[in-house]
Structures are given as C-alpha cells and as structure tokens.
Nanobody
C-alpha cells in the first residue's frame, strides 16, 4: 500500500519560512519523481516543485528563488523549504508521486500553510 504523509505546515508571518516534509512508504522511493502541489479553495491545484530520481528540479515561476525542493532517499522523504513566504503562498500543500509500474499517481492528504500577519 502506497502512502504519502505530509507534515510541517502551519501559520507563519509574511517573510517567514517553513519546511514541509513528505514521507513515503510502499514504493521504491529512490526511483520516483516526487512533486509538491498546492491548492487554495476555489482555485486549481498547481505544481509548485518537483525533483527527479536523479535530483533534477523544476519550480513554478511564482516560487523560484524562494522555495527549494530536496530529497533524502535514505529516509524516503522529500522536503520543501519555503523562504520569504507571501500571503499568496497560503494553500494546502500536497505531496504527489506517479508510480509507473502501477500506472497511477498517489497523493498525500495535504498540509495547510497559512501566511498572514
């Protein structure tokens, strides 16, 4: 059974930082591209950042230079370091991976990030 569990969300002031974590089980973590998405109520879920098995990264333009995605294959965990947070970063952040041998993608339940003074 594939599981993705996010943690690290919370309330932070503008300009602050948070680090999200997503720990996986039931997959060969090191083989998979891992992604972070976010969704604000009333808006579409959008890709924030992704990291391949080889460590190549991709970011949404809105977070470039502020967010950093990384992975620790020994801990089956992907991270999202978020700096210089803005109110528009407020959303539920989801971890996602596509498992090719299963032919499906898996989502975590999400963690709320709220940026407000």
């Amino acid at each position: 059974q594939v599981q993705l569990v996010e943690s690290g969300g919370g309330l932070v002031q503008p300009g602050g930082s948070l680090r999200l974590s997503c720990t996986t089980s039931g997959v060969i973590f090191s083989f998979n591209t891992m992604s972070w998405y976010r969704q604000d109520p009333g808006k579409q879920r959008e890709l924030v950042a992704s990291i391949t098995s080889g460590g190549s990264t991709n970011y949404a333009d809105s977070v470039k230079g502020r967010f950093t995605i990384s992975r620790d294959n020994t801990k089956n965990t992907v991270y999202l370091q978020m700096n210089s947070l803005k109110p528009e970063d407020t959303a539920v952040y989801y971890c996602y991976t596509y498992v090719r041998v299963h032919g499906v993608g898996y989502w975590g339940r999400g963690t709320q990030v709220t940026v407000s003074s």
